[in-house]
Structures are given as structure tokens and as C-alpha cells.
């Protein structure tokens, strides 16, 4: 029998890690890591918590991304996955109809009211890209409306709906679209009234920046939409599972009731990648309309039984731990104890967001002493004073977050869901040492020179 030791591979191989990269896989990433000073090597990681060679303990705020809505390694979906590992089903066999999905939409439609059914994929841009053709299929139109600054995914048909140029320049031509303003119902009608749209797609609050739409938006667009027989498309894909401190971002505002609902990221548990697309039952048989048609729109991995056992683990945790009330009352409290910090700091201009996402935006300081650092560091780059910041968290006080998008001075905090006041004082404490160290001058600038040269090398 032929044998595997992985560990015994990470024990010999694990130094090369950079190197590696480098060589077979994105040439840019260590080279950004190396810039910032990001380079760690990370050996373990535990709920909000990362510990490095030397077993140095880092709290993470990025939670992969809003991956690990539960944490790194919770036990529950742990035991899960064993327990389907060992359990040895006969899981894909294509021709046949097993429990795990079932009882994994069961459990999703529970928390999705006037939606009936799922389709499973494995990313959330597969979620998105499911959600595009349904809505095409259904109401037999090509064009998708998108807003502004939107992030929908990166493959061909969800990059037809980001809202960022940087991450579609060079991949063109693409799928019929349209952007639209977040929260302009004005310019909605207009690209409605041709008759050509099949749905809108939206955030409820944006990932980039973390824009949250404006109150009532998005029931008078889906009134809108529903009068012009397109669709409403909500991408949760981030926002849900309780990021925003309901169990979905568009259930902040009553009477709305979209037609189809992209999510994936947490479902995982951190684990299996998983994605779905909840929606209505009329859409489902417009597109599953025979027999015919029954493997019209599939996924090869989608509904593998160790992503649904992850998913199952995932939901039972959240609703036996409450997680979606924790979420809501820890982002309460940490995004209040930021807030207050906006009038002893100039270089802070606004915290807001909902729930565990929130964005910290930094603007031009008011005194003449820190406008021109300021302005040296715009003048070079748009975003730079915002990786100024990000980078001494890590670097001096072990808390891992991230720029929330090119051009922008913003920071999103999108920690573990499981965080708790401790967390909270521990980052408030470490952000306001930054920021005191950036209104007195000193490293904070000096590494932001090291930015201004790194931005004019890289024109």
C-alpha cells in the first residue's frame, strides 16, 4: 500500500514556502508580502488567532477574507468532517439522490424566507455565475445591472458585474451590463425602462469601503425591478451567515424579498469550499424544465458530502451559540469604541458598517504639520496612509487586517464571528497606539516614504 506522510513533507518542505511561490505559483505575491513586511511564517492557527514560528500569538481581523466566519478549526465542524470521512459514503456517484444536500438546503431555506430552492457550486463567484443564468433563463433577457464599486467574483460572468476597472482591464469583451449608482433608483429606472434587463444585482453592503445601501433602497428597487418583470439578485456571499448581525445583510430592512441569493464563504466552515444559490421555485423549473434539461447547469463538486457536512456543522453552531446575536452585539460594541476615537484623531474622518464589518476611513488632517505627510503620500499613491496603518498592526502589534481596496483609504475589519470583548480591547488598544504614533510623526511615516518609493518604482 502506498504510503503519504504529509507531515513528514511539512517538517522537510515547509521552509521553502516562499520560494515555492515564487517559482510555480503568483511570482507577486511574496514579493508584495516581502514589501509590506508581511512575510511571516505562520505554523498554527486557532479560532480568532494565528501563532508564528517563534509562537507568536496574532489576532486575526481579515477571518480569510470572511472564510472563517467560526474561526479557524472549530471542533464541531472538525467532528463533522471526520465523522464523514468516516462514515465512507458513497458520495458523487451522480445517479442518486443523497441526504447531506437535502438536509443542508432544509437548513438554509429555514433562515431564507420566500425562497424554496438551492443549487450547489463551490465558490461564491460559482454562486454568483449560477444566479446570473437563472435570471437570464427566467426572464429571457441578457443584460445584468451592477453598482458601482460592486465585487461580485473574478470569473468571466461575475466580473461582468464588478464594479472595479482594475480587475476587469484586459479580460474584455464581456457579458452584457450595465453599473448603476448604490441607492440611485433613478438611474435603476432608466437602464430598466429599455427592456432589456434580466436582474440587478446588489450588495447589500459593499465590500469595498463597506457602503452600506441607502435606507428603503432596496424594497423600492425590487418594486422597481418586479414592475419591469426583471429580477433581484442579493450577493451574500460575504455579508451572510451573520457578518452583518442578521443572519443575511438585506434582512436589515423589511419587505424585502429577493428572487435569488448568492452565498459561500462561512458556509465552509473554513474547510470544504462551498457555494449556493437559494431562489424561488418558479426559477428553478424555468431552468430544470425537463427532463431534458435536468444537468443543464451542474457542478462536478457541488454538494460533495464533506462541504455539506461542513455546512451543516456551521449552521448548527450558529444557531445553538447565537452567533448571529454575537456578531450584532461585539460590532455594536467595537464599532462604537472606533466612532469615539473620531474626535480625538484628525487623520480619522468616519467608522461605520454593520454587524462585524466594519470600515475605518482615514482623510486629510486639518494642521499644516500633518497635511504634508499627507499629501506626499497621496501624491504618490491613493490608499497609501491606509497600508501605513495596516502594516505597524501586524508588524508591532500582531493583529492581521486589510486595505479595503485599491485607491482607498479605508480598512475593513472582517474578523471571526466568535470574537469577543476581549478582542475588541485588545485592537482598539493597538489602534490607537498606531494612530498616536501617526500624529506625533515617526516610524509610521518613515515606512510610508518606504511606500512612496515603492509606489513611483512600480509606474
Given at each position: 500500500m502506498t504510503e503519504f506522510d504529509l507531515a513528514a513533507l511539512l517538517a522537510d518542505r515547509a521552509g521553502e514556502r516562499y520560494a515555492l511561490h515564487e517559482r510555480h505559483l503568483n511570482h507577486q505575491l511574496p514579493r508584495m508580502l516581502r514589501t509590506l513586511g508581511f512575510d511571516r511564517l505562520y505554523e498554527r492557527a486557532e479560532g480568532a488567532?494565528?501563532?508564528?514560528?517563534?509562537?507568536?500569538?496574532?489576532?486575526?481581523?481579515?477571518?480569510?477574507?470572511?472564510?472563517?466566519?467560526?474561526?479557524?478549526?472549530?471542533?464541531?465542524?472538525?467532528k463533522a468532517l471526520h465523522d464523514v470521512l468516516d462514515a465512507r459514503l458513497a458520495d458523487l456517484t451522480r445517479f442518486d439522490c443523497p441526504p447531506l444536500p437535502g438536509l443542508l438546503a432544509e437548513r438554509l431555506l429555514a433562515h431564507s424566507p420566500h425562497l424554496e430552492r438551492v443549487f450547489f457550486c463551490n465558490s461564491g463567484t460559482e454562486a454568483v455565475e449560477t444566479a446570473l443564468k437563472f435570471a437570464r433563463r427566467a426572464t429571457g433577457r441578457p443584460r445584468i445591472l451592477h453598482c458601482d464599486h460592486a465585487f461580485h467574483g473574478l470569473t468571466v460572468g461575475?466580473?461582468?458585474?464588478?464594479?472595479?476597472?482594475?480587475?476587469?482591464?484586459?479580460?474584455?469583451?464581456?457579458?452584457?451590463?450595465?453599473?448603476?449608482?448604490?441607492?440611485?433608483?433613478?438611474a435603476l429606472e432608466r437602464e430598466l425602462a429599455r427592456g432589456d434587463v434580466a436582474a440587478l444585482i446588489v450588495e447589500s453592503v459593499q465590500g469595498k469601503g463597506v457602503h452600506e445601501a441607502p435606507p428603503g433602497y432596496l424594497r423600492a428597487a425590487?418594486?422597481?425591478?418586479?414592475?419591469?418583470?426583471?429580477?433581484?439578485?442579493?450577493?451574500?456571499?460575504?455579508?451572510?451567515?451573520?457578518?452583518?448581525?442578521?443572519?443575511?445583510?438585506?434582512?436589515?430592512?423589511?419587505?424585502?424579498?429577493?428572487?435569488?441569493?448568492?452565498?459561500a464563504?462561512?458556509?465552509?466552515?473554513?474547510?470544504?469550499?462551498?457555494?449556493a444559490t437559494l431562489g424561488k421555485d418558479w426559477i428553478f423549473k424555468k431552468v430544470y424544465s425537463s427532463m431534458d434539461?435536468?444537468?443543464?447547469?451542474?457542478?462536478?463538486?457541488?454538494?460533495?458530502?464533506?462541504?455539506?457536512?461542513?455546512?451543516?456543522?456551521?449552521?448548527?453552531?450558529?444557531?445553538?451559540?447565537?452567533?448571529?446575536?454575537?456578531?450584532?452585539?461585539?460590532?455594536?460594541?467595537?464599532?462604537?469604541?472606533?466612532?469615539?476615537l473620531t474626535e480625538r484623531y484628525e487623520l480619522l474622518a468616519e467608522v461605520r458598517g454593520?454587524?462585524?464589518?466594519?470600515?475605518?476611513?482615514?482623510?486629510r488632517p486639518r494642521s499644516l504639520r500633518l497635511r504634508g505627510r499627507w499629501a506626499m503620500l497621496q501624491a504618490a499613491r491613493k490608499g497609501l496612509f491606509a497600508q501605513t496603518v495596516v502594516v505597524p498592526l501586524l508588524r508591532r502589534h500582531h493583529i492581521l487586517t486589510q486595505v479595503s481596496g485599491d485607491h482607498l483609504e479605508v480598512i475593513k475589519l472582517i474578523p471571526p464571528l466568535i470574537i469577543g470583548e476581549r478582542e475588541v480591547d485588545r485592537f482598539v488598544t493597538a489602534f490607537t497606539a498606531v494612530m498616536d504614533e501617526a500624529h506625533e510623526g515617526g516610524l509610521v511615516w518613515d515606512f510610508g516614504r518606504h511606500l512612496v518609493r515603492q509606489a513611483v518604482a512600480n509606474r
Open positions: 488567532h494565528f501563532f508564528d514560528s517563534e509562537g507568536n500569538d496574532y489576532l486575526d481581523m481579515l477571518a480569510g477574507f470572511g472564510v472563517m466566519g467560526l474561526g479557524r478549526h472549530h471542533p464541531v465542524v472538525r461575475s466580473l461582468s458585474v464588478n464594479g472595479e476597472a482594475g480587475f476587469r482591464d484586459g479580460f474584455g469583451p464581456l457579458l452584457p451590463g450595465t453599473a448603476v449608482p448604490l441607492g440611485d433608483l433613478g425590487r418594486q422597481l425591478l418586479h414592475r419591469h418583470k426583471a429580477l433581484l439578485i442579493a450577493d451574500e456571499v460575504q455579508t451572510g451567515l451573520g457578518r452583518t448581525g442578521d443572519f443575511y445583510a438585506y434582512q436589515h430592512e423589511e419587505g424585502v424579498e429577493p428572487d435569488l441569493v448568492c452565498v464563504k462561512a458556509l465552509s466552515g473554513g474547510y470544504v469550499p462551498v457555494g434539461r435536468v444537468l443543464v447547469h451542474s457542478a462536478s463538486f457541488g454538494s460533495n458530502a464533506q462541504a455539506m457536512a461542513a455546512g451543516l456543522a456551521v449552521l448548527s453552531v450558529m444557531e445553538n451559540d447565537r452567533i448571529v446575536e454575537r456578531a450584532r452585539a461585539t460590532g455594536d460594541l467595537l464599532r462604537s469604541r472606533l466612532a469615539a454593520r454587524g462585524l464589518m466594519i470600515g475605518i476611513e482615514f482623510g
